[in-house]
């Protein structure tokens, strides 16, 4: 392509909205325009880059299933039927935009996020007969997402393209038997696109669905939106929401008790700004959060200062479908304080208390006080506070904490998912009703899995893994062009170059622009094509050959060029 | 492909709302399934079709625009810069489907039907200068419309997938001048996937934007939804809508006036029932309908019997902004009757009567007596009712009509619009204050044309156009497959030719079932695939070959299968 037939050029400012390293290089370098937060244009570059992604996920894919394409409309109804219509909070929904229109049909349609009520009941039409499984399809295509925020460029998006394929299986060991076959496949994904080495399986949540971990494959990157806890020896990582933690211990086994005793601290509800009022580590404080369960229960919840409650982990160990924070009025009534002054002495017994593990094995620790303003300090374990049956882990982990298993600190790292697989088992096939018929003629339970892999969201990863202060930079097989070819005032060699690069079948964009040399070398770094091929006066008959990640430059000739960029 | 890889078999029986030849076909033939009216999943053997269309479009385009993929999603307020989001009346619009994703966000989006109000900002953002242009951008996305209706298949769908393409001039010549050319690439288009022979070029309105035409490039078949009116010697075609009518004289011109007379015939309203009652030709009674205009007028207008009023022929006529029937109240007040009965006799002054041309040229004519349940006849011109200054032509055309500049009796046909041009001159350009800066600083006025082609509409076209009695038939360039392999108890040998053409690069679909061979046969035919090639005991070391649009086999060595799937 010549420079010249893009009519969408290179832009040295972006909108200030445009926070994230992978928005603001790739509107610089016109590879995308944001049309609004979370949905983005493709524009002539970007949509090059995205086709070579999707192309290999394809390759890859087609080796394990087989390619359809389902519809972003679907009727409500068979999402009425699974009942997520009202829990996916994600979830879009059309209808007619005007009065024209409603006029012409009323009919309002889910706008699909996801695809597991579109394709259990097309599979179910087709496959009936143990003879018909298993049965693996997928599609590329563009999903939509009612997401609340959306500012990390192409890593979240309201609007954005996906891979997602579904497996149906007759027997959970089948399930588990393609779900590794995956596995291989996604990992061959990553490597293929470039983040083979930066990209890791982590354990996650499997859901509503499973008490199995689900899998996601999760990028190491600054950008990343997820926290992932590392056991290196065990080569195992974790999303932080399913990560089991163990706080670092205080060491403080051999401090004397001291008096336990009730203090005033007006208005000191935040941990760090108590411990400060005490003269005491933040450890030693105690958070104290009271729950209403689903059944209409008030439970306590305890963790040590300096951590948060995960409200998942607590709803295992409480047991409980849904959880939420008491109310001032139930709390002012259980505890008779205000917010902020619970603590696990002289609760009702009717309230009862969970302790995180990392509120053990400490002394002299404080709790609030069950009265408005007061604290209890010098709590200790028995004398104040029997022991309980057992101590939980409930705690939002956080960097410091400990595999209680090998009892070694967590590697902490950010990431960001690129592709996922989730073992449905029977979610979707018992909501349809769908089963199998057995050599006996007998239905039977249908298993099924998901597998996502994000291709627009690859394109911004891709770019916050390798791009550098001068702009993208582009692994080959996924850029752009191959060869960025510079003239600097020779137009005619740099057709001729450039017709020569064409005929070899390599993809070449020529900067055929009546523009200074600096500008032209400028926006080469920018759109960080693999290498740029310069022909001046001072080359000669020889091309000066640069890769976009070297400084180094030397010469060639046009024989060595192709050579290179084959 | 092996036949038992694709989970999607086909099936004998079909849904019995799916009433047109390619939705059944295709459905049949398990290319397409519906999950609800208007809206098509793509299941394997379908995608490949639409690929290799979608491929020979891109192929097209790239010559003479360049690609890129906006979103389905856009803000409101572009669509409200327009107006249009108020006036299209197929357009859509999303928001939250539950309280959680509104919770999260209560942004409405619209869903774009067509790209006019995406395009032109970001074009605008890109090209200033004189130097810019022209700019050509296209994309090949799926599209969302609330059509009221959709029960012709892929012919009309509530998502579907299209090509679109936007142009940006600097004067009308050059608008006019890419027109050209894009009119040479769409007939490119239509040739290579088939339908060249079989598609015109037929003029359209040019509704708000111009009074040029736009020009529809329709397939010729029987599903078609359009009427198109064609003058072969001049080798124009017009859509219904636009095309020029004269109706056929009734050469009464020595029939002898009669008396005009009043005649009472109870509740005929409709011009057969009152013909067959008065015992005259359909022809020779007349249709008056009220109008009201936009500027609070009511008008009359006059079609013969057997004609309809064509109201956008009419607002032209009459120069309004909008027309619609006159209320009952409104016609009682007018014409002293019940509606049916009113005629271009004794109408009040204010109201203005407007005769269409095949009103003309009559003799001993009926006319609604403004009576009701009264008609009057032997109505003659300049005795009983004065000749109008002016005759004009706002019937709907029909079979039978005369292009009026020749004289000749048009064809008429059904015309399925494959695709369509149109100049859009500045309209989108006009809302959104797009200009560029000419050669002397001064902003200038920029033109814009639109360009369309239905890809998946594509698909059903050509199932109409080529099916026959035993199933779909599938140009060469367009199969799912070249070859339909199908081994009659040989699987050996059956596998050893899937091998050979695998190798060979021939797409390939072999039969590998363990069925009957009529079973076989039948769902060759049904799938379409251009040439079958059987092994049975009965071919030795030879191969059975048949074209699927003929009915003779013979039989080939593997080399001469080979040559001939080339």
Chains 1, 2 share one sequence.
């Not at 998006?157 to 076959?181: I, N, P, Q, T």
């Amino acid at each position: 392509m010549k420079f010249t037939q893009n009519p969408f050029r290179t832009t040295k400012t972006v909108s200030s909205d445009l926070v994230s390293k992978n928005a603001k290089l790739l509107t610089q370098a016109s590879f995308i325009h944001q049309e609004v937060a979370g949905i983005y244009t493709f524009l002539p570059l970007g949509l090059r880059v995205l086709n070579k992604i999707e192309k290999i996920i394809r390759e890859e894919m087609d080796k394990v299933a087989i390619e359809i394409q389902m519809t972003s409309l679907a009727p409500k109804k068979i999402w009425e039927e699974t009942g997520r219509i009202n829990t996916v909070d994600v979830l879009m929904k059309t209808s007619g935009a005007n009065e024209a229109s409603l006029a012409k049909s009323n009919t309002e349609y889910v706008l699909n996020s996801t695809h597991e009520e579109m394709v259990t009941p097309l599979v179910q039409e087709f496959a009936h007969s143990y003879k018909d499984f298993p049965v693996a399809v997928y599609q590329i295509q563009t999903k939509f997402r009612n997401e609340p925020r959306a500012k990390t460029g192409l890593l979240r998006c309201r609007e954005f393209r996906m891979k997602d394929a579904y497996s149906f299986h007759r027997s959970v060991e089948d399930l588990k038997r393609y779900y590794e076959v995956m596995k291989e496949v996604y990992m061959t994904v990553f490597r293929r696109v470039g983040l083979g080495d930066d990209t890791v399986i982590a354990l996650a949540s499997g859901g509503d669905f499973t008490t199995d971990y689900s899998h996601e494959f999760q990028t190491i990157v600054d950008a990343g939106e997820d926290t992932l806890f590392i056991v290196k020896s065990k080569n195992l990582c974790f999303n932080r929401e399913v990560a089991p933690s163990q706080a670092p211990k205080l060491n403080d086994d051999q401090e004397e008790p001291k008096p336990m005793t009730d203090v005033e601290g007006i208005g000191m509800i935040g941990v760090d700004e108590l411990a400060k009022f005490l003269q005491i580590p933040v450890e030693k404080t105690t958070k104290t959060l009271l729950f209403e369960t689903d059944k209409g229960e008030v439970i306590a919840a305890a963790v040590r200062g300096g951590y948060d409650v995960d409200e998942e982990k607590l709803k295992k160990v409480v047991d409980a479908k849904s959880l939420k924070l008491a109310s001032a009025d139930v709390v002012k009534k259980v505890t008779g304080a205000e917010v902020g002054y619970a603590g696990p002495l002289n609760l009702p017994d009717s309230v009862k208390v969970y302790f995180d593990e990392s509120t053990s094995n400490r002394r002299n620790f404080e709790c609030g006080a069950n009265k408005t303003h007061y604290h209890t300090i010098n709590v200790n374990w028995e004398r104040d506070l029997p022991l309980p049956e057992q101590f939980y882990d409930f705690k939002v982990a956080k960097e410091g904490d400990i595999y209680p298993e090998t009892g070694e600190v967590y590697e902490v790292k950010r990431g960001c998912e690129v592709g996922n697989i989730f073992p449905l088992h029977t979610k979707f096939s018992k909501a349809f009703n769908f089963t199998y018929l057995d050599e006996q003629g007998k239905p039977q339970t249908l298993y099924m899995g998901c597998y996502g892999i994000g291709s627009s969201r690859l394109v911004g990863v891709i770019v916050e893994k390798y791009a550098d202060d001068k702009g993208l930079v582009w692994p080959k097989q996924l850029a752009p062009f191959t060869v960025h070819l510079i003239d600097i005032q020779q137009h005619d060699r740099g057709q001729e170059i450039y017709d020569h690069l064409q005929a070899a079948g390599i993809e070449v964009i020529w900067d055929d622009r009546d523009a200074r040399a600096g500008e032209k070398f400028a926006d080469a770094d920018l759109i960080g094509v693999p290498y740029r091929a310069v022909v001046s006066t001072k080359t000669g008959d020889k091309i000066e050959l640069k890769e976009r990640t070297s400084n180094e430059t030397q010469l060639v000739t046009l024989e060595e060029l192709l050579e290179r960029a084959r």
